[in-house]
């Protein structure tokens, strides 16, 4: 008998463990994911970064986070966060409005702005960073 299969999408947060922006972040999101549809991940780990993003470096990680889909789709920074609104229901009106054109410009600038002015501060030290099950397929 085959597994059934989660119809419901699922996507990977990979986010640096070190930005204390990016951790609250985190549990933000964490709070409002009452679909349990993400999962997060703290990309400055090495093993855990390869085995949901193969190939991907910590040097764009710290640029900018990153969701990957079911499909293995990576989507960084902005784009991300318009992922993270196809799978959220209070972050839907950001993903139905956050692709038109004025709005995504403004959308990358902002985000931009904001990681380039984070602080970092050495490894995840929380529960946020701790090690996840392998991922479902």
């Known amino acids: 008998m085959a597994a059934a299969r989660d119809p419901q ?3 990977v947060v990979l986010f ?3 930005c204390p922006l990016c951790r609250r972040t985190v549990r ?3 709070a409002i994911d009452w679909l349990h549809r993400l999962q997060f991940v703290d990309g400055t780990d090495a093993d855990a970064r390869e085995r949901f993003a193969p190939g991907l470096t910590e040097a764009a990680l ?3 986070m990153y969701v990957v889909n079911e499909r293995g789709q990576r989507y960084a920074g902005y784009d991300g966060y318009l992922q993270l609104g196809r799978v ?3 972050m839907w009106p950001m993903y139905l409005i956050g692709g038109l054109p004025g709005i995504r410009t403004l959308g990358h600038t902002l985000y931009r702005t904001i990681a380039a002015k984070r602080i970092r501060r050495g490894r995840c030290t929380d529960d946020l960073c701790a090690p996840l099950p392998s991922p479902r397929r």
């Open 9 to 11: 999408p699922s996507l």
């Open 16 to 18: 640096d463990g070190g």
């Open 28 to 30: 933000l999101l964490r």
């Open 62 to 64: 710290l640029v900018e």
């Open 88 to 90: 959220v229901p209070l």
